[in-house]
């Protein structure tokens, strides 16, 4: 049998990501304190890659060489396996970072890396009066995971997406794309690193999108368990209905299994109470989601990504 949790990077793909990256490039590390969960076994490598190209270098050679990746944004949307991640773990920062905003014939125009936070986005945009701006306040994503998540609330990112450009294994220099947004998904491919984005919202009184903003936030504050690490709500609301309802009818709010908790604030946040492996989480979500199915008919799928090895 092959044992999954074996690291698939032998030593000549470890120094040429090491020759690429130097320091930036770390091996057998746990992802935990890279996901808001805080839970994560170990990634083969973890690759900082600070410009447009590094990254086309390192998706260069992973295609080359056929090792397997995954992106990570804020890691506020990953269950991470307790196995970690086998292959490297790409992460986005320096020329990735940056966001610029600016008024443009009545719209307010956002330019951003795909590591910029959207926490900052979402402040500077509305420092500037873009409208609609305050439906994507309070995700702590980064830009390339909203992206790829198409997040938001009632109004999500993909609806305010004027350019969207990837950088590929295949076609590893930057390149604009026109992917389709759904509820939480995009047609954005699947092996699609989201480079930068270009925002368009419309122009209106930043007096009023700031105050709007600061409402949503403190309405998060007053609804969400924000004191304990989560990974925001875990299933998708199925058509017509709140998956966090559903959870919360059945009795489900404070169970517990291991470290995980479903909140007792909101239903549809699974918490980390504290030592709480993926395992658990998995576990609770299995349950939580069988229960609803036995009682309501309705199958919930997982807003939340797995990714990695789950032991
Ligand atoms: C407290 C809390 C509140 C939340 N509230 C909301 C909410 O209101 N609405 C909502 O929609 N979500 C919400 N979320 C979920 C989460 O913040 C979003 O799904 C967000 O889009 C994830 O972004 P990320 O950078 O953390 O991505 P990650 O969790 O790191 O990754 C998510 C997926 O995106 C992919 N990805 C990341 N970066 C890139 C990139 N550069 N290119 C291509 N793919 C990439 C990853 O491979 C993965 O498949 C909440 C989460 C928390 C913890």
Known sequence: MVDVLQSVLDPTARAALRETLGERARFDEPLGPYASWKIGGPADAIAD????????????????????????????????????????????????????????EGMVVVR???????????????????????SLAGIPGSVGGVLRMNAGTDREIGEFVREAWVQTPSKPQPHAVTPQYFYRHTTLAHDAVVARVVLAFERGDPHAVRAQMQRRLVRRKETQPLQFPNAGSCFRNPPGDKAGRLIEEIGAKGRRIGGAEVSPLHANFIVNRGGATASDVASLLAEVRREVAERFGVELELEVHFVGVFT
Do not use: Y
């Open 49 to 104: 890659i600070e410009t447009t190209q590094e990254l086309a270098d390192v998706l260069g050679l992973t295609h080359k060489r056929k090792i397997p990746w995954f992106v990570l944004g804020s890691g506020s949307n990953l269950l991470i396996g307790d196995g970690g991640i086998r292959g490297i773990v790409l992460r986005l920062a320096g020329e990735f970072a940056f966001i610029k905003v600016e008024e443009e």
């Open 112 to 134: 951003a890396g795909a590591s910029a936070s959207m926490a900052l986005l979402t402040t500077q945009a509305a420092s500037h009066g873009a409208v609609g701006v305050d």
